[in-house]
């Protein structure tokens, strides 16, 4: 395995300072942080640069909050400056690295991945009915918490040798328990930190429909057995290996008699439908006509077969008409071929023989006339 070295220079650099403070601003302008670092944004730059040369940054207190989408998760939030700029300056750098050693299985977090395109590889997975006919699904106790540090510090270890650079690693993970839900860095170490599992699935034990969203797990199989089995190969070597443990309301079913509720949607092999949650709150949404979060429901529910949901939340747009454009290439073809088999039937002389028979019969009994 190659391990990279002399990344530190090129992290604390002046130019990749700034580049990772532009990135770290965006969206973000009217943030107080950001209004207070801008004032002194040049010099400001420059002092980052100076403590992390000379080794003396050291992360800011956490500020905490709750969020509830759709359970309670701990927020953590780090100051604009230093920290946040010093995690984008990082990451610029990294994030390559990180990138190519994940599998693409894994969709949280990643650029060019996300919600959308876990959704379109389930789909296209689900094509196979047959070999997709039992789903795993399973997530972890408390995951972000839970990720060890010298798990997580030696991991780096085998994949960076620069000392500056794990220095700095190591000053960020120790700065909180677990690794803090928010932190810009957390959820790359999050996936690195599962990267050793999902080549495991799919390498050692040959998991053919494999799907990880952060730690949210599906494994779609033929057979309900080889299920059960990977699922206790999975809680040992998460234990051992990780440190981690399955949640106890882990599932193995059929997908045709409760479908897969993963990424917001619930799949199923002919169709796919916006999980009930969501579906309340896109509702709620559109009671209040704020175009912002309307386009934002959109988004979602463009992704499912929604035409009827559509025109029972929002009635009076147009927007519903919208062809719904959500089911696989394979369905699409079978429904066309379907259609194009009834009408060369319908026109076959066998069949309008039989259908002048029948007029003439009902002819017969008609006394109307």
């Given at each position: 395995m190659k391990r990279y070295n002399n990344l530190y220079s090129e992290i604390i650099s002046i130019d990749n300072l700034k580049l990772a403070d532009v990135r770290a601003q965006k969206g973000k302008s009217k943030q107080k942080g950001v209004i207070i670092h801008n004032r002194n944004k040049e010099s400001n730059i420059l002092k980052l640069h100076e403590i992390l040369k000379n080794k003396e940054y050291k992360t800011s207190e956490y500020s905490t909050f709750k969020v509830y989408e759709p359970k309670e998760r701990i927020v953590s939030k780090l100051q604009f400056f230093p920290d946040r700029i010093a995690h984008h300056a990082i990451m610029n750098v990294l994030e390559p690295i990180f990138t190519k050693l994940f599998t693409t299985d894994t969709y949280s977090s990643i650029k060019g991945k996300g919600i959308h395109s876990a959704t379109k590889a389930v789909?296209?997975?689900?094509?196979?009915?047959?070999?997709?006919?039992?789903?795993?699904?399973?997530?972890?106790?408390?995951?972000?918490?839970?990720?060890?540090?010298?798990?997580?510090?030696?991991?780096?270890?085998?994949?960076?040798?620069?000392?500056?650079?794990?220095?700095?690693?190591?000053?960020?993970?120790?700065?909180?328990?677990?690794?803090?839900?928010?932190?810009?860095?957390?959820?790359?170490?999050?996936?690195?930190?599962?990267?050793?599992?999902?080549?495991?699935?799919?390498?050692?034990?040959?998991?053919?429909?494999?799907?990880?969203?952060?730690?949210?797990?599906?494994?779609?199989?033929?057979?309900?057995?080889?299920?059960?089995?990977?699922?206790?190969?999975?809680?040992?070597?998460?234990?051992d290996k990780l440190k981690l443990q399955i949640k106890g309301n882990y599932q193995v079913f059929p997908v045709e008699k409760r479908g897969i509720d993963f990424v917001g949607y619930v799949f199923y092999h002919t169709h796919v439908r916006l999980r009930k949650s969501i579906k309340k709150r896109a509702a709620k949404s559109f009671t209040k006509n704020n175009k912002a979060v309307k386009a934002a429901y959109m988004g979602w529910i463009k992704h499912c077969n929604s035409n009827h949901l559509l025109k029972k939340i929002n009635p009076n747009d147009q927007v519903f008409r919208f062809r719904n454009k959500t089911k696989s290439p394979t369905l699409r073809r079978q429904k066309h071929k379907d259609r194009r088999d009834t009408e060369r039937r319908d026109k076959s002389p066998v069949v309008q023989s039989r259908a002048i028979q029948k007029e003439s019969q009902l002819r017969l009994f008609d006394f109307t006339n």
């Open positions: 789909k296209k997975a689900l094509a196979d009915v047959p070999g997709t006919t039992y789903c795993l699904k399973l997530d972890i106790t408390k995951f972000y918490p839970s990720i060890d540090h010298q798990t997580l510090k030696n991991q780096l270890r085998r994949k960076f040798k620069d000392p500056d650079l794990l220095w700095l690693l190591d000053e960020i993970i120790d700065s909180a328990e677990g690794i803090p839900i928010g932190n810009y860095l957390s959820q790359y170490f999050a996936n690195f930190y599962l990267t050793g599992f999902d080549h495991w699935i799919k390498e050692t034990k040959r998991v053919k429909y494999y799907f990880r969203y952060a730690d949210d797990i599906v494994i779609l199989s033929s057979n309900k057995t080889d299920l059960h089995t990977i699922l206790s190969d999975i809680r040992e070597y998460l234990s």
